[in-house]
Each structure stands twice: as structure tokens, then as C-alpha cells.
């Protein structure tokens, strides 16, 4: 069952529904400005900042009416992937360094550049992508750095693969290792920092996860840096080539296992920039969630956490594909839309463009989803966003399977001990809102994938996603 369903939806560029109720505006750009996007700022009705992989930073007015306004705010950079406005400053991380930019005459071109902290060294390795910044709630600026994976010009560096802290002082502090192509980095509204992962050696699927001061996420590359006075991990040892990730999170020290894996192409390859839902419904019924880009599939991901016993774990959902080109950045605007940055310069994409900027907006309809997936004793509560029938909630509606990824040195992982799980009882709420689900065979450290393929609203249509992706890390007890 599972796979079947896995490869029929990887085989699918777009679901009907999607585009229904998250239309997708575009800005066309003018011939001198290439939008490969690398940061979004937005500024305000129609206005933003964007920062491009060409080292550019173009501020765009009246953005989604048709006949944008664009103007170049700075350029001559080296490769910017995130913006951030803090302290009258925009922030930028450069290939090198932490910068910020303001503009001190307002004549709209920035004028005064300082670099706050240019501490982490480069190998001139095309792939040395520096990513962010995240400001997290003591003022700290958080930046993933990307190991190499070809020629590195000027020799091997230290700190590839690490994830830093800069203090508001400016101290860099290696807090984080085991990292591969750390796409994207953010604070949750409660604090707790995040990044995406990319699928690739000792990463068996892309992901989701907690930066933590102290862990290692189980990539090898630059660990041989644990050793350096500066770090704040401790040397985790020499990997295992060939062990289930429950085990290496069991064996490896402080080896940090997921929120949440993102099964290969049913799900995207290349999670990127993510953003939280925190408009109050201007965007629909999914408040308070996470969207995820996806460069490979120019698709967003929209993913439910929750954290157990101090333990953050979670489930992803698709969202919406069929985007214009590879999804690098995303943010939500002040009036409630998700604008989308995105270029295919290096790495494959769908799509039919190169780059772009769009714009996704809420429709104003409700779409029949399933809205969250919570863990429970003894199974999963699956919430959706509207209405079920009462009388479709039965246990034959719903299938579960499980399995979890192998820490390997090849590239990517199979699915490992995949098991059919047997959904012994379902007990629906009255109002078709929710349904509780009694599972056996639940195993912490593994995804299980559900089709709610048996699931139908008050007038007999189907969910526009009847698949959801949980990563169970750890059981509630109650």
C-alpha cells in the first residue's frame, strides 16, 4: 500500500484543488533584474526586498498590480541567501560574512555596509552556501553553513556543515554540527530555532529539525572541527556506515534525529526557506503551521509540529506545487499573503522559468484538508479543516505504514523495515472535525505515512491531500 501510493504521487506535478484556493500571483520583473532569489523582506502593502544569488538587492513597489516598480537598493555582493530588518539595518549573510546595509539619506540606495562578522573561513567551493540570518530571542543572529562537494580552490576549511550562533557582540560560536545543505534556518514564534536538510551521504531523507547548542545532526564532513577549542559540540566519533537512524540516535553522542523526514520526491528533495503561518487567518485555516519550499519540485510544504515531553516531532503535508521554478525563500506579507522567491541556477527544478517571485493568496474558501495529525498513547488523532462526514470516519477509511531511513555514506536511503499497520478502531468526534485512531505497531524513530483514502466531506467529495507524513520521535503517554 505504501508504496504504491508514494509512487503515484510523485508522479503528480500539481492536485486539483490546490491552485483553486492558493491562486498564485506573479511580479514580472524588468530585463535587468534576474530574480534569483536568495532573500525576502517584505516592507509593506506590494513592497518588499529582494536579494538575489547575483549579489543584488532590488526593493519592488506595487508588487503584485501588474506594473511593479523596481529599483536597485545595493548590488556587488557575494551571493546573499536571507534578509532580515533588525535595529534599522537590513542583514544579509554573504558567502563570507554576516553584513548589515542601511540606507543613511534616504535617496533609496543603500550607502553603508559594515561587516559584523566574517569569522567562518571558505574553501572557494561553488557549494559553500552560507544561509540566513535567524534572529532568535536573545538577540543572537543563527547562520548554516553548506559542506563542499567538489574542488575547494584554497584547501579544506574547518567549520563546514556547522551551524553559528553570532552573539549581538559578534562572536561566532560553532554550536551545531552533522549539517549537509542547510537550505534554511528560523525561529519559531515560541523561540526554538529550525532547519532544512538536504537528502544526500548520512542524510538518509531531507528534513526538518531543532538547532540545539551541543548536537550533532549526522553528517561526518565537519566533525573533525569538534576538536577545536571553540566548539560547542562534543566529538561524536567516527560514523557507522550502515545503521538505522533509531539506533545512531540511541549509540552516536548528542546525534539529533529529525522533527520531521520528508519522504523523497512525495514530499520534494530540496527543502529550502520556511515561514510560520502567524496571520491570523488571512492565509485560511492553517495558523500557527510551518510552510517549507521546495527547490527540486517548485513546490510548498506545509507541516504541523508538536512537541512531546519536550521532544518536537511532526507531520507534512503536500501544499502546493506547480510554481513557476525551484522554491529558495518564502515569508508572509503583512496583509496575509506567502510570497514565494525562486531560482533553478545550479540545481534542477520543474518549472518553467529560471527564477521568479509569486505570490500564493488565500482564496477565501476553506479547502477540505487534513488540518493536523497529533500523536496519541495508542495512535493518532487526525484533525481536518472542515467537516468530515461522521459515517466515512471508520477505521477501513484510513491506512498507516511505517518506516525509517539508514545512516549510510551513500546518497539517500530506501525506506528501511516498512511495515503495514493495522488501524484497529476509529472513533469519530460527533461534529466530523476529528477522528481518534488506534494503531498497532507504532515504533518511535519512524515515519508513518497515512492515506485517508476512505475520508469524505457532507457533500461526498474527498480530501484534496488524503496523505500525511508523521515522524513519530516519541510516544505521549497520556
Known amino acids: 500500500m505504501v508504496i504504491h501510493f508514494l509512487i503515484l504521487l510523485a508522479t503528480q506535478i500539481s492536485v486539483p484543488g490546490e491552485a483553486e484556493h492558493y491562486p498564485a500571483a506573479e511580479c514580472l520583473a524588468?530585463?535587468?533584474?534576474?530574480?534569483?532569489?536568495?532573500?525576502?523582506?517584505?516592507?509593506?502593502?506590494?513592497?518588499?526586498?529582494?536579494?538575489?544569488?547575483?549579489?543584488?538587492?532590488?526593493?519592488?513597489?506595487?508588487?503584485?498590480?501588474?506594473?511593479?516598480?523596481?529599483?536597485?537598493w545595493c548590488d556587488g555582493l557575494q551571493e546573499p541567501l536571507g534578509l532580515l530588518d533588525y535595529q534599522g539595518w537590513v542583514w544579509t549573510v554573504q558567502r563570507g560574512e554576516l553584513t548589515r546595509i542601511r540606507d543613511t539619506n534616504d535617496d533609496g540606495r543603500a550607502d553603508d555596509f559594515e561587516t559584523f562578522c566574517d569569522d567562518w573561513p571558505?574553501?572557494?567551493?561553488?557549494?559553500?552556501?552560507?544561509?540566513?540570518?535567524?534572529?532568535?530571542?536573545?538577540?543572537?543572529?543563527?547562520?548554516?553553513?553548506?559542506?563542499?562537494?567538489?574542488?575547494?580552490?584554497?584547501?579544506?576549511?574547518?567549520?563546514?556543515?556547522?551551524?553559528?550562533?553570532?552573539?549581538?557582540?559578534?562572536?561566532?560560536?560553532?554550536?551545531c554540527a552533522g549539517l549537509r545543505s542547510p537550505a534554511g534556518v528560523g525561529v519559531a514564534p515560541g523561540g526554538t530555532v529550525f532547519y532544512t536538510d538536504n537528502q544526500g551521504e548520512w542524510c538518509g531523507a531531507s528534513k526538518l529539525s531543532v538547532l540545539r547548542e551541543g548536537?550533532?545532526?549526522?553528517?561526518?564532513?565537519?566533525?573533525?572541527?569538534?576538536?577545536?577549542?571553540?566548539?560547542?559540540?562534543?566529538?561524536?566519533?567516527?560514523?557507522?556506515?550502515?545503521?538505522?537512524?533509531?539506533?545512531?540516535?540511541?549509540?552516536?553522542?548528542?546525534?539529533?534525529?529529525?522533527?520531521?523526514?520528508?519522504?523523497?520526491?512525495?514530499?520534494?528533495?530540496?527543502?529550502?526557506?520556511?515561514?510560520?503561518?502567524?496571520?491570523?487567518?488571512?492565509?485560511?485555516?492553517?495558523?500557527?503551521?510551518?510552510?517549507?519550499?521546495?527547490?527540486?519540485?517548485?513546490?510548498?510544504?506545509?507541516v504541523f509540529l508538536e512537541e512531546v515531553d519536550g521532544v518536537w516531532q511532526g507531520t507534512c503535508f503536500p501544499f502546493r506545487r506547480g510554481l513557476v521554478s525551484?522554491?529558495?525563500?518564502?515569508?508572509?506579507?503583512?496583509?496575509?499573503?506567502?510570497?514565494?522567491?525562486?531560482?533553478?541556477?545550479?540545481?534542477?527544478?520543474?518549472?518553467?522559468?529560471?527564477?521568479?517571485?509569486?505570490?500564493l493568496t488565500w482564496s477565501g474558501e476553506t479547502p477540505f484538508e487534513i488540518l493536523a495529525v497529533r500523536a496519541r498513547p495508542g495512535g493518532f488523532r487526525i484533525e481536518f479543516t472542515r467537516p468530515a462526514d461522521p459515517a466515512t470516519l471508520t477505521k477501513e477509511a484510513f491506512a498507516y505504514s511505517s518506516w525509517t531511513y539508514e545512516w549510510h555514506s551513500a546518497y539517500g536511503s530506501e525506506p528501511f523495515e516498512t511495515q503495514a499497520l493495522r488501524v484497529t478502531a476509529a472513533h469519530p468526534a460527533a461534529d466530523g472535525r476529528s477522528v481518534e485512531l488506534e494503531v498497532d505497531g507504532l515504533r518511535e524513530g519512524f515515519v508513518h505515512a497515512l492515506l485517508a483514502h476512505g475520508v469524505r466531506d457532507a457533500a461526498g467529495k474527498p480530501l484534496i491531500h488524503e496523505q500525511a507524513y508523521t515522524t513519530l520521535i516519541k510516544r505521549p503517554t497520556r
Open 30 to 72: 524588468p530585463p535587468r533584474a534576474v530574480l534569483e532569489v536568495g532573500g525576502l523582506l517584505p516592507l509593506g502593502p506590494g513592497e518588499l526586498l529582494a536579494c538575489t544569488r547575483r549579489g543584488e538587492i532590488w526593493r519592488i513597489q506595487e508588487a503584485w498590480d501588474g506594473a511593479p516598480k523596481f529599483s536597485l
Open 326 to 359: 525551484g522554491v529558495i525563500r518564502v515569508a508572509f506579507d503583512e496583509e496575509g499573503g506567502l510570497i514565494v522567491g525562486m531560482s533553478d541556477r545550479g540545481w534542477p527544478a520543474l518549472g518553467t522559468k529560471s527564477w521568479g517571485l509569486q505570490r
Open 122 to 175: 571558505t574553501s572557494g567551493d561553488y557549494h559553500e552556501y552560507a544561509f540566513g540570518p535567524a534572529l532568535d530571542q536573545d538577540g543572537n543572529f543563527w547562520v548554516t553553513l553548506n559542506r563542499p562537494f567538489g574542488a575547494q580552490a584554497f584547501g579544506p576549511v574547518d567549520w563546514r556543515g556547522w551551524a553559528m550562533r553570532i552573539t549581538p557582540d559578534g562572536e561566532m560560536q560553532p554550536v
Open 215 to 302: 548536537d550533532f545532526h549526522g553528517h561526518p564532513w565537519g566533525i573533525e572541527s569538534a576538536k577545536l577549542p571553540a566548539s560547542r559540540v562534543e566529538y561524536p566519533g567516527e560514523p557507522v556506515d550502515g545503521m538505522l537512524m533509531p539506533e545512531a540516535a540511541k549509540t552516536v553522542p548528542h546525534f539529533q534525529l529529525p522533527a520531521v523526514w520528508f519522504p523523497y520526491d512525495v514530499m520534494g528533495r530540496s527543502p529550502s526557506g520556511f515561514a510560520w503561518d502567524q496571520t491570523g487567518g488571512a492565509f485560511g485555516p492553517f495558523t500557527g503551521q510551518l510552510f517549507v519550499g521546495d527547490q527540486y519540485q517548485a513546490s510548498v510544504i506545509r
